[in-house]
């Protein structure tokens, strides 16, 4: 059951923009890293961003200078602006927070809270 909420995602053509964000309204643990997965079917959970509590970002080749990770600890929000989408950026897009200790970011199975999932799909 997810436990963080996300909004935004959508149909927009080749080279469009989106953004997606991701909100803990019941203030679940959230931990030093949160990030952003996506999935295509009959594929694995792809990690694409990541940014930690101090602000430091982390992108996976296929986004890095295109999407742009951030977050607000006030409101414990996280952000994606994906510009310059791509049709391959077509697939399901996951937050997640609440990383093991000593875990590496780009690691689904380590994470311990997920949003539910918004569909993003690229195509003219």
């Known amino acids: 059951q997810a436990q963080l909420v996300q909004t935004g995602g959508g149909a927009v053509p080749p080279g469009g923009s989106l953004r997606l964000t991701c909100e803990n309204p019941e203030l679940f643990v959230i931990g030093d890293y949160m990030a952003w997965f996506r999935q295509t079917p009959g594929k694995e959970r792809e990690a694409i961003a990541a940014?930690?509590?101090?602000?430091?970002?982390h992108y996976s080749l296929s986004v890095k200078g295109r999407f742009t990770i951030s977050r607000d600890n006030a409101k414990n929000s996280l952000y994606l602006q994906m510009d310059s989408l791509r049709p391959e950026d077509t697939a399901m897009y996951y937050c997640?927070?609440?990383?093991?200790?000593?875990?590496?970011?780009?690691?689904?199975?380590?994470?311990?809270?997920w949003g539910q999932g918004t569909q993003v799909t690229v195509s003219s």
């Open positions: 940014i930690e509590d101090s602000g430091r970002t």
């Open positions: 997640a927070a609440d990383l093991n200790d000593g875990g590496s970011w780009w690691h689904s199975e380590e994470y311990h809270t």
